[in-house]
């Protein structure tokens, strides 16, 4: 089993990076533009984001101490579905893509509805307990969402300009 130190840091971290990318991908998938450099760069730290959060979670041993559950097969998966969007994204397949990705995304929601739903878990223990704590790591994750979001917007070109004045602005 895991000792208290190694889960006072692993769990907060698998909590934060499993929400921001909870927060990224319903950016992402809720976006009508899809393809654009918004959606590539907001999607590669979505990847990233999930691909921290499946490593992180083979160092939580909570249902059963010291050893792996069913819930680390669910990781298992959605490494290998997570994969197989990441390479149909590569390769131009699209609806492979599309369909991967969403799978991917619903097994995060799905997990998140656990995390928070099972009174015995940390995440709705420390709700009751460090009701601060979690509304500033949440805080903190849409921050970091929103930064994300930004940083990948293409920069505002500056207007157009006619003899120094803005193009329909009067001189």
Known sequence: ???NSVMDWVIPAHAAVATTALTLGAYNLLRKRKGDRSHRVVGR???AAMYATIISSFFIRELRPG????IHGLSVFTFVTLSVALWAAMTGRVRTHRRFVTGSYLGLVGAFVGAVTVPVRYLPRHI???PAEVALALFGCVVVTLAIIRA???AAR???RVDGARVGEQA
Do not use: K, L, Y
Not at 67 to 70: A, L, P
């Open 45 to 47: 730290v979505w990847v």
């Open 128 to 130: 009751v307990e460090r």
């Open 67 to 70: 050893q792996f559950s069913w």
């Open 152 to 154: 990948s917007r293409p």
């Open 158 to 160: 500056p207007a157009d």
């Open 1 to 3: 089993m895991a000792n």
